[in-house]
């Protein structure tokens, strides 16, 4: 009797382990993966989607995944990672809207478990098409102001970058640069300001080609009151990006901040002794003499840039805006005026310096068309000036802009 029972519990067992075997297989039949015959008679692997079959591939392959005696087998994860990325790649999210992130740690996992390499070769190619889609995935999640989720699945995507022999991520644009580009965002989005910094920190690292992680570095530093690092890292990204508008300005804005402007200007004085074809040199020093009020020496500079590099659109909107704020600051000044004659002499003033500033801009707009601030200011010019004809033009190409 007790032989016979011991028989009875070894069937179950066996029973039960065959029906989760059997789960495995029924997940991989419900959504058609098949063999199929070639012409000469012999048998392939192929796949035909039985798109209304994806509910019970789920159901056997969870089954499987749920059981002890199959919750580690190489076939049910990779079986496991097939049925979900059709339900992903098919946009059923009624039946699992977090399928491509259980599509992709599947296959990850089918790899990792497959020790004598019978799925890796197919495992590896539908995890790269995993990835890809769960780092699209990831871009809707941010776009959605999911962040938390949307980190997640870059997280995820990030630990695919090892199993891409052929470089199938970074054909698609998919790389670490990338990947912790967009975890930065994504943490930023969430004011954790601690993972911000420590991707950026991290893209520096990995020489992103980009001079806005300098940027965006220093504007965390300067949320935490330290200017002095944050001029630091500035600085850092002038040695890479030396001409980059945006750090030019942040280092003067920078330097005024901490009163270290002498410092900066007998620096720059030293750098165009030196160098003094250096047309971001001058540009720099003439917004170091604008920010200390020094107009004339302003306007020299940006004028010596321009020489320099004709195709400056930096310098030439800086020396437009120049003219332009003057003429606006004297016709401010003249409002209060009864006296006509006064007032007259005073919008006389102002006209010419609106005059001097338009092909300033004109240039700058020539260089960069599509600068809204530049237009703005032109059409505003137009009008004070009364030419009509280039009025009606430029407010005909800014609707189109």
Known sequence: MIKFKIFVVLLLVSSMTFAQKNNVQSAAKAIGLTPIARSDGSLASGIKLKYDELKDAKQYIDMAAQHPKTANDVKMWYYRGRVYLAIHQQKRTEIDADAIRKATESLIKCIDVDDKKVFKDSASVFLMTAAILCFNEAHGKYGEEKYKEATQLYELVNSCLKYDSRKDLSRNNVSEKTIVLSM?????????????KSYLIKLIELNYNDPKVYLFMSRLLQEEKDTSKALEYIEKGLKWFYDDNDLIREQVNLSVKLGRTDELMEKLGQDIEYDAGNSTLYLMRGILYEKNGDQEAAKKDYMEALGLNPGYFIAAYNLGAMFYNDGVEIMNLAKDIVDNAKYAKEKGKADILFKQAIPHLELALEIDPKDSDTAQRLVRLYAR?????????????????
């Open 184 to 196: 930065y965002y994504a943490a930023n989005a969430q004011g954790n300001k601690g993972n911000a």
């Open 385 to 401: 000036t009364g030419d009509d004809a280039k009025y009606q033009a430029l407010k005909k190409k800014m609707e189109e802009m």
